[in-house]
């Protein structure tokens, strides 16, 4: 379990968090979705240790995780697909999954065979590209890379930043069915913010609505997708009364 | 076999031999001593530049502060062997150590800039280094510079003799190129060259960013202040506007011209810049009665070009062809393979 604990985050002078409370249970999907400038990634980022957060904690399990830096938390479990997948493009596709396992790549060099054999199994479109440069790659494939990077180290949670970014709807139908797989097949908890509400909507089972910093509608995934305003403001449809 | 196929892996054996090859046959072919000086330096500032590669191309991080790590080699060996008698050799160890600490001292702050604001914090580190050198005149000589630097001896052999220390100084680069090939190859040139693409993909990825961009400054810094220890040996004269800005400049573009994403690039861009240089000043001085620092205005000529035609550097032009051929051998054996099995069925 992921539990964020009244977590506040400041840039600069500027406070873009405020007191921030929720949580993802073991074998979730939980969707944060917002508009431009609410918000998200600046929490992810939080999340995953590039920020350090002002006030409130972060527990994983039972590490509370708030106030470590970035390479400490993927460490703890904690695994970040960044806004802009962020892949490494002068690296080939191999060294791009390698380097999700950096944590452990010394210790447990027979591990990471097994999980690349285990990631390339679930991306089988990544298996043909293993030794062209990360750069090279569609921007659906790159997508699944930096995925896949993500889930090399074995993480109890993975937090994706707009996956579905400049992608065809086909596109973002196979990354859903993925997260699919990785919430039942891996176990692992997924956190997915997404600009796509509707998409969002229909993998996650637990989602968060934040606006300027503040978490202001929250429910499970039918109590969202019926929600006048979420309809109005997220789902494009017009309420009656406009 | 299998330890030198462990140094000197898969096709980079036969550039290696090709370079070690040019190196023992030029002397037979130079016969002028003016250009074997000019060989012996390409040497000395390949050092500079494989260094400054790894820093620039595969980690991404910029500096023009090198002339500074050069100087504080130079210097290093320059008082200790006429101030204080040591031996060269010691003074030479302890010139690297001890610019690999201010380096790496240095590099934790620094580091934490990106692109121009490291590009000026490095040229900040320079114009204190020269301002220093100059300044603390009891010991470096000030503006007038340190005479009488003894010349190096190795096994007996004087090194003064400039075949021997153009052999020497080309051992010596050609170790650091091996370093530095190895250094590209393994783990650690992998987590350098995603710190290039993404610091922060990088980081969050588990790997502690800062520890190795400082690593990599640190190390190309100590390959610097190498090359300046031979250089104080090798002119047994080392003064200030020797390693002013100018002189990580030129560092720098000899990287940019051979292209930073190959450290072979760093030795083609070192050369090709040598040369240029002799050929601008003799140009300049007999035909245009031009002397002093012209090539300063044709590098900054250089430098556009390179970025608007050639911003991959001249490496990537030279090994395009080469790749290309390799493939078209690949097809053909293919085919041929392909033939045969076909015939067999
Ligand atoms: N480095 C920064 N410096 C100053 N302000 C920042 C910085 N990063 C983010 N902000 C501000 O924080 C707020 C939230 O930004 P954030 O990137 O988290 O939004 P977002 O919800 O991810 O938006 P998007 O959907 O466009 O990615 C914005 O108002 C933004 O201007
Ligand atoms: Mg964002």
Known sequence: ?242 | MSKLEKVLYGNRLKPFLFLVGLILMLPFVVKSSYIFTILILIGIYSIVTLGLCLLIGYAGQISLGHAAFFGIGAYTSGVLTTSFQLSPWLALVIGMVTTFFIAYLIGIPILKLKGHFLALATLGINIIFYILILGLNQLTGGAAGLIGIPSLSLFGLPLTDKLFFYFFVWTAALLVLLLSLNIVRSHVGRVLRSIHDSEIATETLGVKVENYKVAIFALSAAFASLAGSMYAHYITFVAPPTFYITKSILFLIMVMVGGAGSVWGAILGTTVIMFLNEIIRFVGHTYFGISGEVEIVVYGLIIILIMMFLPKGLMHVISKPIQKLKQKKKVKIKSHKDMISQKGV
């Open chain 1, 1 to 242: 379990m992921l539990k964020v604990d009244g977590v506040s985050t400041h840039i600069g002078k500027i406070k873009i968090l405020h007191e921030i409370y929720f949580q993802v249970e073991k074998g979730q999907i939980v969707s944060i979705i917002g508009a431009n400038g609410a918000g998200k990634s600046t929490l992810l980022n939080t999340l995953a240790g590039l920020y350090r957060p002002t006030s409130g904690t972060i527990t994983l399990e039972n590490d509370v995780i708030s106030g470590y830096p970035a390479n400490k938390v993927v460490e703890k479990g904690l695994s970040l697909v960044p806004e802009g997948r962020q892949i490494f493009s002068n690296l080939t596709v191999k060294e791009n999954l390698l380097l999700g396992m950096f944590s452990k790549y010394y210790k447990e060099k027979k591990l990471a065979e097994e999980n690349l054999t285990k990631i390339l199994d679930m991306f089988p479109s990544l298996k043909k590209h293993l030794k062209n440069l990360g750069g090279n790659l569609s921007g659906g494939e790159q997508q699944m890379l930096a995925i896949g990077r993500g889930l090399m180290s074995n993480p109890k949670i993975i937090l994706l930043d707009e996956p579905s970014m400049g992608l065809a709807p086909k596109i973002v139908y196979e990354i859903l069915d993925t997260l699919m797989i990785i919430k039942e097949d891996l176990g692992t908890m997924v956190i997915l913010v997404e600009q796509n509400v509707k998409a969002a909507l229909k993998v996650c089972d637990q989602a968060y609505v934040i606006d300027q910093g503040r978490i202001i509608i929250n429910g499970t995934r039918d109590e969202i997708s019926s929600n006048p305003q979420v309809i109005s403001a997220y789902l494009g449809i017009k309420s009656a009364g406009a």
